[in-house]
């Protein structure tokens, strides 16, 4: 159960302290799309979000890393952010983390990947050794896949809860 045991949790992305990220070695941020930067329904990115991005890419480089099947919707908001993007990554297997590590040569314990699922985004980057971040999904708005998914994440956290006393709403660094 310890590869699905997030390393930081957070309430989302501008919660997360990216100087203690920084200090911690960490050279590059993956994200995930859909409810991690951006809600599932929207194409349209919050001010706040755009200017967290401009900020970030002065410390670190970054990548999003999407099993997202809409293109136009990864290419338009990666365009806007002024960041490369790897879509239908098949996360949790390693291909597109491996892309990621071959492109930038990064190793993956000074990556950090940011997402809202802990079969893909915490699974995938626990398994390969990159500081795994787990924050709260952006809208309750979901693919179909991704709702059943959640309900087998349902059962994650109860072991969670029982091993590492994890909690939604308990956040930590």
């Known amino acids: 159960m310890s590869l699905f045991y997030p390393n930081i949790y957070q309430k989302n992305i501008l919660s997360i302290d990216y100087k203690k990220l920084k200090e911690k070695g960490i050279m590059l941020l993956i994200y995930d799309l859909d409810n991690t930067i951006i809600s599932y329904e929207t194409n349209i990115l919050d001010k706040e979000i755009i200017d967290l991005f401009k900020e970030l890419k002065k410390s670190f480089q970054i990548v999003v890393l999407s099993n997202t099947t809409n293109s136009n919707k990864i290419k338009n908001i990666c365009n806007t952010l002024n960041i490369e993007y790897i879509k239908f990554a098949c996360k949790p297997f390693f291909l597109g983390f491996y892309k990621i590590k071959?492109?930038?040569?990064?190793?993956?314990?000074?990556?950090?990947?940011?997402?809202?699922?802990?079969?893909?985004?915490?699974?995938?980057?626990?398994?390969l050794g990159l500081t795994s971040c787990l924050i709260d999904k952006i809208s309750n708005v979901e693919g179909n896949y991704t709702k059943f998914k959640r309900k087998i994440e349902k059962r994650i956290i109860k072991s969670l809860y029982k091993k590492y006393n994890f909690e939604r709403g308990k956040y930590y660094d």
Do not use: A, E, H, P
């Open 102 to 127: 071959r492109k930038y040569n990064v190793s993956y314990n000074k990556m950090c990947m940011i997402g809202d699922q802990f079969l893909t985004d915490i699974y995938g980057s626990n398994k």
